[in-house]
């Protein structure tokens, strides 16, 4: 896959609206729930006047927002699932006293648990481990724990093992989110993710979307429209908004909805993805993947012959200046909801969008050769992007 984004840088018949058929996804495409206009991505970023870009949402775009609105009303539904689930952990955490003695838990404390997953996040992604020292204790192990979660998933089809990995086991994996949402974790990182969805108002489904994402990564190497790859990075990237922002927290002072500051999360995981996608052709094709929309592809002049060559043309530039363009969208789009975050969460989401949307410039600083140059954010510049991101972060939303 080119490089999920983790962590800003989570009912089975509602399951089945995104599990479909290849070829009837095909038909039905996917598309952006109403965080920009249609019109807006479906044109390739192309500047267009925003008071004329309206269009009715498809059917996927309608069933991704479902799970934002259904994320979006657990957050007023807090406190009674709190106790419920806070019930099933304790029963759990009895059973297993009861089993095995307080002293054997062992690997099961969970402070152990999420010191660890603390670690992995610390090795993985500093930047992002550094902004979190500034949360509360609850909150930033909580991140940790979904960080953690969302890693393992992503190295099932992008780590060592991934040529092992079958849809079987994949559907065990989902099996194991089940358990642990149940309060049975398999092993310490579950203990800590199972802990984490006792204390916050986290809806599974973000997370079963993120494992369907690494099943499209088994059988699909191309994408017809930009419809099929907004789906696709609803899966990988745009979930991972959806399972943090209830731990990162809405700001008391904030006027704005919930509903509001999920669809804003969900976008700043599509300009992740996308980002990734755009920086990353080269690599991708070298691998026989191609994450670009080939029917615009086709709109600019250009082949999958012309991707696999490698070679930068004047086509090629004013092709990736439009997807550069809808990148921006959305990042933009997600900008907005980032203010109102609680202010303790702000600036290590706010200091990843903008380091982020910097490997856009990077790109365009290497005469968008994305085959053999590789867009990065040098260290001066990230240095100087953080404290500028801890000012803003500190603004009332």
């Known amino acids: 896959m080119a ?19 290849p070829a009837d996804q095909a038909q039905r495409g996917g598309g952006l729930p109403g965080l920009l206009p249609a019109a807006a991505w479906r044109r390739g970023g192309a500047a267009v006047p925003r008071a004329s870009l309206v ?28 106790e419920a689930d806070a019930g099933r952990r304790r029963r759990w955490r009895d059973e297993q006293v009861e089993q095995e003695g307080d002293a054997e838990l062992g690997w099961g404390l969970l402070g152990d648990a999420y010191d660890r997953c603390g670690e992995v996040c610390a090795e993985y992604a500093k930047t992002f481990y550094l ?3 500034l949360m509360t204790p609850e909150r930033r192990k909580a991140v940790w724990a979904i960080y953690v979660w969302c890693r393992r998933t992503d190295e099932l089809v992008d780590g060592p093992n991934s040529s092992y ?9 989902e099996k194991r989110l089940e358990d642990l949402f149940e309060g049975r974790p398999y092993d310490m990182y579950d203990a800590a993710l199972s ?57 008391p002072d904030s006027k704005a909805s919930a509903e509001s500051v999920y669809n804003a999360a969900l976008a700043l995981g599509i300009a992740n993805q996308l980002t990734n996608i755009l920086r990353d052709v080269g690599e991708d094709s070298r691998r026989g993947r191609i994450y670009l929309p080939l029917d615009e592809l086709a709109q600019a002049g250009l082949t999958e012959e012309d991707i696999f060559r490698g070679k930068v043309t004047d086509k090629w530039r004013r092709f990736m200046k439009g997807q550069i363009q809808r990148a921006r969208l959305f990042f933009d789009e997600a900008e907005k909801g980032v203010m109102h975050l609680d202010s303790a969460s702000r600036w290590p989401v706010l200091a990843s969008l903008w380091l982020y949307r910097q490997i856009l410039d990077a790109i365009e600083a290497n005469d968008y050769n994305n085959f053999t140059k590789r867009a990065y954010v040098g260290k001066a510049k990230k240095f100087l992007s953080l404290p500028a991101a801890y000012a803003r972060a500190a603004l009332s939303p």
């Open 165 to 173: 990995i079958t849809p079987k086991a994949l559907d065990r994996w």
């Open 55 to 82: 269009a009715a949402r498809t059917a996927t775009e309608e069933a991704v927002y479902e799970v934002v609105l259904r994320q979006a009303a657990l957050v007023e539904d807090l406190q009674g699932r709190r």
């Open 3 to 21: 490089g999920s984004s983790a962590v800003y840088t989570s009912c089975r018949p509602h399951a089945r609206a995104f599990h479909h058929h």
């Open 131 to 133: 902004g979190t020292q």
């Open 195 to 251: 802990d984490t969805a006792s204390k916050f108002p986290i809806d599974i489904q973000p997370f079963r979307d993120m494992i369907e994402g690494m099943r499209l990564d088994l059988w699909k190497s191309r994408y017809r429209t930009f419809d099929e790859l907004y789906l696709y990075c609803y899966y990988v990237a745009g979930t991972v908004g959806l399972m943090t922002v209830p731990v990162m927290g809405i700001a």
